[in-house]
């Protein structure tokens, strides 16, 4: 009954463009085309955009600066206390006599409930400790690098360029 109260917040039909500033360790720089219609942002947008099609494309990421993705758990919040309920419901239901069978269900929804909660906080600090060693380990890496352009062949550079290049002319810049 109560789900039926339930109003999903608005979905915004504009999606504002990110605040990353890409660094790529050797020059690239794109100027407008004249005729196409370039928004105020679009072009720290675009270029983002490209770099990470770059990257997919090429698989050389030369700033270093492209997270990884994370890992999501392929359970949704509270899905564990919803199963541990579940569970218990059912074993409280069968487990108790025939005259009492509610309040079995109900006895084994609270303790199955209490359960998946204890399992989902043990997940959810076990992915927590998990990303923390995953950033302290990738800062240390990042300090280790003598230089980014060092990591770099020229080859490797080309490729970028060109796949960065390709990108952005499509959305109506040129190489400068």
Partial sequence: MLSGCVVAPPHPRHFPAPRVRVWVPFPIWFVPVAGYHHSEGSYDRDRYECYRVAVRETGVDPGGMTPLQERSSSTPPGA???????????????????????????????????????????????????????????????????????????????????????????RGYRPR
């Fill in 80 to 170: 564990e206390v919803a199963a541990g309920a579940a569970v218990g419901a059912v074993a409280g239901g069968i487990v108790s006599s025939s005259r009492n069978a509610g309040a079995g269900m109900v006895i084994g929804a609270l303790l199955g409930a209490a359960a998946g909660a204890v399992a989902q906080d043990s997940r959810e600090r076990a992915e927590r400790a998990e990303r923390a060693e995953r950033e302290a380990r990738d800062s240390r890496d990042a300090r280790s690098r003598r230089g980014p352009d060092d990591d770099l062949t020229r080859e490797e550079q080309r490729m970028f360029r060109s796949a960065m290049s390709e990108c952005m002319e499509r």
